[in-house]
């Protein structure tokens, strides 16, 4: 998978920051409704942050293709 820095982005890394900007969009919404944060829920905001943010990395930098599966038998050729 080629990255969101490349000449030509791949379909996955651009779901990825997508996503990644979703996540980072539905966080900022709670937080803006929340006038006082409780512990557990700063928690879950913690986790949403670390995940939107390894979502946008993973985009960036892209993921490696899988190696290509070759069904036909080499016979020493």
Known sequence: ???LLSGKP????VRLAVG????MFV????????????THLRMIVWLVTFVSGASLIGA???LPDPPPTDWRRHNGR
């Open 1 to 3: 998978m080629s990255g």
């Open 10 to 13: 791949s379909p996955s890394s």
């Open 20 to 23: 990644g900007f979703v996540l």
């Open 27 to 38: 966080q900022t919404y709670l937080l803006m409704l929340a006038p006082g944060i409780a």
């Open 60 to 62: 960036l930098v892209g």
